[in-house]
Nanobody
């Protein structure tokens, strides 16, 4: 299943933005979902992940305390609430389905369903 991220845009430092993620034509099934981002000229990096139940969440140190991942299985949606945005948060953000064991939750190669992503630009 391919996942589609949306909600990106141009904001100023300190602003908030909420990204949304929905599967294309199917449900998330029992997958955990992760958010990754890739800034120009940089490698893709893990941002956050949430298990199917929503009971467990995982964050990169760089976003902990500022970003919140959540899911609404009834609506078949996953969200990434981003507060106190910084210019270094500028990147294309992707939501993807976790297909590996729990210990791989921060590893991009354990995910599938990479879509086009959504661009977040934070100006200083």
């Amino acid at each position: 299943v391919q996942l589609q991220a949306s909600g990106g845009g141009l904001v100023q430092a300190g602003d908030s933005l909420r990204l949304s993620c929905a599967p294309s034509g199917r449900t998330f099934s029992n997958n955990g979902v992760g958010w990754f981002r890739q800034a120009p000229g940089k490698e893709r990096e893990f941002v956050a992940a949430i298990r199917w139940s929503g009971s467990y969440t995982y964050y990169a140190d760089s976003v902990k305390g500022r970003f919140t991942i959540s899911r609404d299985n009834a609506k078949n949606m996953v969200y990434l609430q981003m507060n106190s945005l910084k210019p270094e948060d500028t990147a294309v953000y992707y939501c993807v389905a976790h297909r590996g064991i729990l210990s791989t939750v921060r590893i991009g190669t354990s995910y599938g369903g990479w879509g086009q992503g959504t661009l977040v630009t934070v100006s200083s």
